[in-house]
């Protein structure tokens, strides 16, 4: 999903009074951001989530043949490419926590 996509998502949800909360927040260590909306629908409760983070280029392994010694690992990534990761979870009542909704459930037409 484009950054204008989501803009847009945002603002009509905005719009129509559906939008509960809205967070963004740093990923644990690496770099990058979840930004999190949740909005009321006629499914219920639902939870948006867009990851963005630089694309990874490389992993190097700093290593000494020694016995005892450590193994650093530094990852490499791109200063311009970013990855965005899209994700929607429904909240159920009865159990009270997000169930992911994964692509296979949607019915697209053909």
Known sequence: MTDDRWQKLIESLEDDKRLESRATEDLDGRPGTVERIIAKTPAGRVRLSRTTE???????AFYSKRGGSTVAVQKIY??????????????????NNWTRVEANQFSLPH
Do not use: G, M, Q
């Not at 791109?78 to 009865?94: C, L, Q, R």
């Open 78 to 95: 791109d200063e311009t490419e970013k990855i965005h990761v899209f994700s929607i979870e429904i909240f159920s009542p009865v159990s």
């Open 54 to 60: 630089p694309k990874r280029l490389a992993e190097k």
